[in-house]
């Protein structure tokens, strides 16, 4: 597979196709949120990076801490769970589609805009019937990630100090 292949590959709609769902500017998917487990958890931005608020941490003194709050997301088009972490304005707007429409519903995911203009267009499209229905609730009790594990704080990530690069070390 060659750079421009994989590139396309990489922007397919329907999200990353990995553990977490993502979707790019105009991006859409279909699926199904689970609604038994949300995982919340609070963040600040400090300029630089996106943390989990720690008030006894002098760095995050008068940042306004945000929620994001994780879910499990079973993806339609490709039949996996995915995780799916949001900021509170897209959690009303999911909670809203859920309580119209009901939670046996298939939900489509609209990306618009980009940075902080993004926003999340979330409608029910279509019932879970029959076969579908059962696929489902079987994925969320086999497959559903456990959101406190997989959402945890990313400290030890941070805590190594950013690596030193001769411009041998760089591929290009």
Avoid at 4 to 21: D, M, R, W
Avoid at 69 to 78: R, V
Avoid at 103 to 117: H, L, M, Q
Avoid at 130 to 143: G, H, I, S, W
Wanted: aromatic letters at 10%.
């Amino acid at each position: 597979m060659n750079w421009e292949q994989a590139a396309k590959l990489v922007n397919t709609s329907g999200g990353s196709g990995g553990k977490f769902l993502r979707l790019g500017p105009g991006e859409s998917c279909k699926g199904v949120p689970g609604t038994a487990n949300v995982n919340v958890r609070e963040t600040v931005w400090t300029g630089q990076q996106s943390e989990d608020y720690d008030p006894k941490n002098p760095a995050h003194s008068g940042l306004r801490p945000s929620q994001k709050f994780g879910i499990n997301w079973w993806c339609y088009e490709q039949k996996t769970m995915q995780i799916w972490e949001m900021s509170k304005s897209t959690f009303v707007s999911l909670l809203g589609a859920v309580n119209k429409d009901g939670k046996g519903n298939v939900f489509k995911v609209k990306r618009i805009g980009e940075g902080k203009a993004t926003v999340y267009d979330v409608e029910a499209i279509a019932p879970l019937v029959d076969d579908m229905l059962d696929t489902v609730k079987k994925a969320f009790e086999q497959d559903s990630y456990r959101l406190k594990e997989e959402l945890q704080p990313q400290a030890a990530l941070r805590a190594v100090p950013p690596a030193n690069y001769d411009d041998d070390d760089i591929p290009f």
